[in-house]
Protein backbone atom coordinates (compact mmCIF):
# COMPACT_ATOMS: atom_id res chain seq x y z
CA UNK A 1 0.00 0.00 0.00
CA UNK A 2 1.27 3.47 -1.27
CA UNK A 3 0.60 6.81 0.01
CA UNK A 4 0.87 9.79 -1.73
CA UNK A 5 3.98 11.74 -0.54
CA UNK A 6 3.71 15.49 -1.42
CA UNK A 7 6.40 17.78 -1.34
CA UNK A 8 6.43 19.14 1.91
CA UNK A 9 6.27 15.90 3.43
CA UNK A 10 9.23 15.09 1.56
CA UNK A 11 11.11 18.23 2.25
CA UNK A 12 10.51 17.50 5.88
CA UNK A 13 12.06 13.87 5.28
CA UNK A 14 15.45 15.17 3.93
CA UNK A 15 15.62 17.62 5.92
CA UNK A 16 15.04 15.30 9.18
CA UNK A 17 18.15 12.77 8.03
CA UNK A 18 20.35 16.40 7.58
CA UNK A 19 19.24 17.29 11.09
CA UNK A 20 21.51 14.25 12.46
CA UNK A 21 24.51 15.38 10.68
CA UNK A 22 25.57 16.80 7.53
CA UNK A 23 26.08 13.29 4.62
CA UNK A 24 26.51 12.47 1.06
CA UNK A 25 23.88 11.80 -2.08
CA UNK A 26 24.12 8.21 -1.51
CA UNK A 27 23.85 8.17 1.62
CA UNK A 28 21.20 10.30 1.96
CA UNK A 29 18.98 9.07 -0.66
CA UNK A 30 19.22 5.59 0.79
CA UNK A 31 18.10 6.52 4.31
CA UNK A 32 15.30 8.37 2.63
CA UNK A 33 14.12 5.09 0.61
CA UNK A 34 14.51 2.97 3.52
CA UNK A 35 11.07 4.99 4.81
CA UNK A 36 9.07 5.55 1.41
CA UNK A 37 9.34 4.16 -1.69
CA UNK A 38 10.99 6.95 -3.99
CA UNK A 39 13.87 7.07 -6.55
CA UNK A 40 16.86 8.75 -6.81
CA UNK A 41 16.15 10.29 -9.46
CA UNK A 42 12.71 11.70 -7.91
CA UNK A 43 14.61 13.13 -4.76
CA UNK A 44 16.96 14.96 -7.02
CA UNK A 45 14.59 17.44 -8.35
CA UNK A 46 13.63 17.94 -4.05
CA UNK A 47 17.59 18.35 -3.22
CA UNK A 48 17.82 21.07 -5.82
CA UNK A 49 14.34 23.07 -4.91
CA UNK A 50 15.86 22.90 -1.14
CA UNK A 51 18.90 24.45 -2.41
CA UNK A 52 17.80 27.19 -4.32
CA UNK A 53 15.25 28.31 -1.65
CA UNK A 54 18.24 28.15 1.13
CA UNK A 55 16.87 25.28 2.98
CA UNK A 56 20.36 23.30 2.60
CA UNK A 57 24.02 23.81 1.40
CA UNK A 58 26.44 21.79 -0.28
CA UNK A 59 30.16 21.35 -0.27
CA UNK A 60 32.31 18.90 -2.43
CA UNK A 61 34.98 16.43 -0.39
CA UNK A 62 36.93 14.20 -2.30
CA UNK A 63 36.95 10.75 -1.41
CA UNK A 64 39.13 7.63 -3.58
CA UNK A 65 39.89 10.08 -5.99
CA UNK A 66 36.02 11.18 -7.01
CA UNK A 67 34.16 13.93 -5.25
CA UNK A 68 31.40 13.39 -2.91
CA UNK A 69 28.88 16.06 -2.77
CA UNK A 70 27.75 16.21 1.16
CA UNK A 71 24.66 18.28 2.19
CA UNK A 72 23.78 20.31 5.44
CA UNK A 73 20.77 21.80 6.58
CA UNK A 74 21.25 25.63 7.11
CA UNK A 75 19.42 27.78 10.01
CA UNK A 76 16.69 28.32 7.87
CA UNK A 77 16.33 24.75 6.80
CA UNK A 78 16.00 23.97 10.80
CA UNK A 79 13.19 26.59 10.53
CA UNK A 80 11.33 25.19 8.08
CA UNK A 81 12.05 21.49 8.94
CA UNK A 82 10.23 22.27 12.59
CA UNK A 83 7.30 24.21 10.75
CA UNK A 84 7.08 21.06 8.70
CA UNK A 85 7.02 18.24 11.74
CA UNK A 86 5.01 20.17 13.73
CA UNK A 87 2.22 20.45 10.92
CA UNK A 88 2.80 16.68 10.08
CA UNK A 89 2.41 15.81 14.01
CA UNK A 90 -0.99 17.58 14.17
CA UNK A 91 -1.81 16.45 10.84
CA UNK A 92 -1.47 12.62 12.15
CA UNK A 93 -3.26 13.40 15.31
CA UNK A 94 -6.17 14.11 13.14
CA UNK A 95 -6.33 11.34 10.89
CA UNK A 96 -5.63 8.50 14.01
CA UNK A 97 -8.67 10.14 15.93
CA UNK A 98 -10.39 9.12 12.80
CA UNK A 99 -8.76 6.26 11.61
CA UNK A 100 -8.59 4.50 15.10
CA UNK A 101 -11.58 5.85 17.06
CA UNK A 102 -13.84 6.86 14.23
CA UNK A 103 -13.78 11.05 15.30
CA UNK A 104 -13.61 12.64 18.52
CA UNK A 105 -16.48 11.51 20.75
CA UNK A 106 -16.11 13.62 23.83
CA UNK B 1 20.48 -0.19 -19.72
CA UNK B 2 24.02 0.32 -18.00
CA UNK B 3 24.77 3.64 -15.80
CA UNK B 4 27.04 4.48 -18.78
CA UNK B 5 24.55 4.80 -21.18
CA UNK B 6 21.65 5.97 -18.42
CA UNK B 7 24.46 8.70 -18.07
CA UNK B 8 24.76 9.15 -21.82
CA UNK B 9 21.13 9.71 -22.51
CA UNK B 10 20.62 11.78 -19.31
CA UNK B 11 22.89 14.14 -20.87
CA UNK B 12 21.22 14.44 -24.74
CA UNK B 13 17.89 14.80 -22.53
CA UNK B 14 19.56 17.83 -20.47
CA UNK B 15 19.83 19.73 -23.66
CA UNK B 16 18.48 23.43 -23.30
CA UNK B 17 18.83 23.16 -19.42
CA UNK B 18 20.83 25.41 -18.36
CA UNK B 19 24.51 24.68 -18.01
CA UNK B 20 25.42 24.63 -14.48
CA UNK B 21 22.02 22.74 -13.84
CA UNK B 22 22.69 20.37 -16.02
CA UNK B 23 26.26 19.61 -14.82
CA UNK B 24 24.98 19.69 -11.25
CA UNK B 25 22.47 16.70 -12.29
CA UNK B 26 25.19 14.40 -14.48
CA UNK B 27 27.38 14.91 -11.59
CA UNK B 28 24.71 13.51 -9.05
CA UNK B 29 23.85 10.51 -11.07
CA UNK B 30 27.76 10.16 -11.89
CA UNK B 31 28.21 10.09 -7.82
CA UNK B 32 24.90 8.01 -7.19
CA UNK B 33 26.66 5.43 -9.52
CA UNK B 34 30.13 5.37 -8.39
CA UNK B 35 28.82 5.14 -4.88
CA UNK B 36 26.21 1.81 -5.51
CA UNK B 37 27.38 -1.31 -5.39
CA UNK B 38 28.15 -2.96 -8.81
CA UNK B 39 25.46 -5.42 -8.29
CA UNK B 40 23.14 -3.22 -7.95
CA UNK B 41 23.28 -1.28 -10.44
CA UNK B 42 21.20 -2.77 -12.74
CA UNK B 43 18.50 -2.16 -10.43
CA UNK B 44 19.27 1.45 -9.89
CA UNK B 45 19.32 2.12 -13.14
CA UNK B 46 15.28 0.30 -13.14
CA UNK B 47 14.64 2.03 -10.45
CA UNK B 48 15.60 5.48 -11.94
CA UNK B 49 13.03 5.60 -15.20
CA UNK B 50 13.48 7.60 -17.81
CA UNK B 51 16.40 10.07 -17.95
CA UNK B 52 13.95 12.52 -20.17
CA UNK B 53 11.93 12.66 -16.95
CA UNK B 54 14.24 13.83 -14.90
CA UNK B 55 15.04 16.69 -17.61
CA UNK B 56 11.61 17.17 -17.98
CA UNK B 57 11.48 17.63 -14.11
CA UNK B 58 14.15 20.01 -14.06
CA UNK B 59 13.12 22.47 -16.89
CA UNK B 60 9.90 22.76 -14.76
CA UNK B 61 11.12 23.80 -12.10
CA UNK B 62 13.37 25.80 -13.93
CA UNK B 63 10.16 27.90 -15.49
CA UNK B 64 8.55 27.99 -11.97
CA UNK B 65 11.12 30.15 -10.60
CA UNK B 66 11.41 32.32 -13.70
CA UNK B 67 7.87 33.12 -13.08
CA UNK B 68 8.55 34.31 -9.50
CA UNK B 69 11.45 36.34 -10.37
CA UNK B 70 11.15 39.72 -11.34
CA UNK B 71 11.04 40.22 -15.20
CA UNK B 72 13.93 42.25 -15.57
CA UNK B 73 16.72 42.81 -12.98
CA UNK B 74 18.96 45.73 -13.80
CA UNK B 75 22.28 43.55 -13.73
CA UNK B 76 20.12 41.58 -16.72
CA UNK B 77 19.16 45.23 -19.00
CA UNK B 78 22.96 46.17 -18.38
CA UNK B 79 23.84 42.60 -19.77
CA UNK B 80 21.50 43.37 -22.49
CA UNK B 81 22.42 46.79 -23.57
CA UNK B 82 26.20 45.42 -23.85
CA UNK B 83 25.15 42.74 -25.63
CA UNK B 84 23.68 45.01 -28.10
CA UNK B 85 26.10 47.22 -28.28
CA UNK B 86 28.91 44.27 -28.92
CA UNK B 87 26.42 43.40 -31.12
CA UNK B 88 26.26 46.18 -33.41
CA UNK B 89 30.21 46.62 -33.45
CA UNK B 90 30.65 43.36 -34.63
CA UNK B 91 28.41 43.75 -37.34
CA UNK B 92 30.62 45.25 -39.72
CA UNK B 93 32.58 41.84 -40.08
CA UNK B 94 30.23 39.72 -38.76
CA UNK B 95 27.14 40.33 -41.59
CA UNK B 96 29.81 39.85 -44.43
CA UNK B 97 31.23 36.71 -42.44
CA UNK B 98 27.66 35.35 -42.28
CA UNK B 99 26.96 36.26 -46.16
CA UNK B 100 29.59 35.09 -47.13
CA UNK B 101 29.24 31.37 -45.21
CA UNK B 102 25.65 31.69 -46.74
CA UNK B 103 27.04 31.91 -50.06
CA UNK B 104 29.61 29.39 -49.95
CA UNK B 105 27.19 27.29 -48.60
CA UNK B 106 24.81 28.23 -51.48
CA UNK B 107 27.02 27.45 -54.25
CA UNK B 108 28.36 24.59 -53.36
CA UNK B 109 24.70 23.26 -53.39
CA UNK B 110 24.20 24.32 -56.94
CA UNK B 111 27.50 22.93 -57.98
CA UNK B 112 26.13 19.50 -56.42
CA UNK B 113 23.45 19.68 -58.47
CA UNK B 114 24.96 20.49 -61.69
CA UNK B 115 27.24 17.79 -61.11
CA UNK B 116 24.19 15.64 -60.95
CA UNK B 117 22.56 17.04 -63.85
CA UNK B 118 25.72 16.66 -65.87
CA UNK B 119 26.05 13.01 -64.88
CA UNK B 120 22.16 12.29 -66.12
CA UNK B 121 23.04 14.10 -68.81
CA UNK B 122 25.91 11.62 -69.26
CA UNK B 123 24.41 8.09 -68.82
CA UNK B 124 20.70 9.46 -70.72
CA UNK B 125 22.86 10.03 -74.00
CA UNK B 126 24.62 6.76 -73.79
CA UNK B 127 21.05 5.26 -73.38
CA UNK B 128 20.29 7.33 -76.44
CA UNK B 129 23.04 6.75 -78.44
CA UNK B 130 22.81 3.10 -78.38
CA UNK B 131 19.29 3.18 -79.12
CA UNK B 132 20.55 5.44 -82.26
CA UNK B 133 23.01 2.29 -83.14
CA UNK B 134 20.22 -0.22 -83.11
CA UNK B 135 18.28 1.77 -85.40
CA UNK B 136 20.90 2.49 -87.87
CA UNK B 137 22.08 -1.48 -87.67
CA UNK B 138 18.48 -1.72 -89.38
CA UNK B 139 19.36 0.07 -92.19
CA UNK B 140 22.80 -2.02 -92.68
CA UNK B 141 20.89 -5.36 -92.71
CA UNK B 142 20.89 -5.38 -96.94
CA UNK B 143 24.39 -4.17 -97.15
CA UNK B 144 26.47 -6.62 -94.75
CA UNK B 145 24.09 -8.87 -91.98
CA UNK B 146 27.53 -9.09 -89.71
CA UNK B 147 28.30 -5.37 -89.54
CA UNK B 148 24.60 -5.14 -88.93
CA UNK B 149 24.57 -7.62 -85.76
CA UNK B 150 27.55 -5.97 -84.52
CA UNK B 151 26.09 -2.17 -84.21
CA UNK B 152 23.01 -3.98 -83.16
CA UNK B 153 24.77 -5.83 -80.42
CA UNK B 154 26.92 -2.71 -79.39
CA UNK B 155 23.60 -0.67 -79.51
CA UNK B 156 21.65 -2.76 -77.19
CA UNK B 157 24.58 -3.04 -74.69
CA UNK B 158 25.06 0.69 -74.73
CA UNK B 159 21.32 1.56 -74.47
CA UNK B 160 21.13 -1.38 -71.37
CA UNK B 161 23.93 0.18 -69.44
CA UNK B 162 23.09 3.80 -70.03
CA UNK B 163 19.65 2.47 -68.84
CA UNK B 164 21.04 0.80 -65.40
CA UNK B 165 23.52 3.73 -64.49
CA UNK B 166 20.34 6.29 -64.88
CA UNK B 167 18.35 4.32 -62.75
CA UNK B 168 21.38 4.07 -60.33
CA UNK B 169 22.21 8.06 -60.27
CA UNK B 170 18.36 8.59 -59.67
CA UNK B 171 18.32 6.53 -56.52
CA UNK B 172 21.95 7.22 -55.70
CA UNK B 173 20.99 11.15 -55.94
CA UNK B 174 17.44 11.08 -54.16
CA UNK B 175 19.38 9.52 -51.02
CA UNK B 176 21.98 12.19 -51.40
CA UNK B 177 19.36 14.91 -51.07
CA UNK B 178 17.43 13.41 -48.97
CA UNK B 179 20.42 13.18 -46.33
CA UNK B 180 21.33 16.49 -47.09
CA UNK B 181 18.36 18.16 -46.01
CA UNK B 182 17.81 15.75 -42.97
CA UNK B 183 21.34 17.38 -41.73
CA UNK B 184 20.02 20.70 -42.38
CA UNK B 185 16.85 19.99 -40.61
CA UNK B 186 18.31 18.43 -37.91
CA UNK B 187 21.04 21.44 -37.09
CA UNK B 188 18.01 23.69 -37.12
CA UNK B 189 16.16 21.70 -34.70
CA UNK B 190 19.00 21.34 -32.45
CA UNK B 191 19.44 24.99 -33.26
CA UNK B 192 16.17 25.48 -31.78
CA UNK B 193 16.16 23.32 -28.80
CA UNK B 194 19.16 25.13 -27.72
CA UNK B 195 17.36 28.66 -28.14
Redesign the interface.
Known sequence: MNFQLGSPLLDGCVLAVLGHGDT???VL?QQIRQAVDI???TL??V???LQ?DGYLQVYDQSYQG????YYTITDQGKAHFTAIADAWKRYCRNVDTIMFQGGNHD | MTSAQYLADLRLALKGVPQKEAQDCIEYFTELFAEADPAEQESLVARLGKPRQVAAQLRADAAVRHMDEKPVSPGNGLRTLWLVLASIFAAPIALPIAIAGFAVAFALLISLLAVLISLFAVTISIAASGLFMVVVSLFAFPLHTPTALLFMGCGLVAAALGCIMTVGLWKLSALTLRGLSRGINKKQISRRAEA
Open positions: YGYTSESYPLRRKRNRR
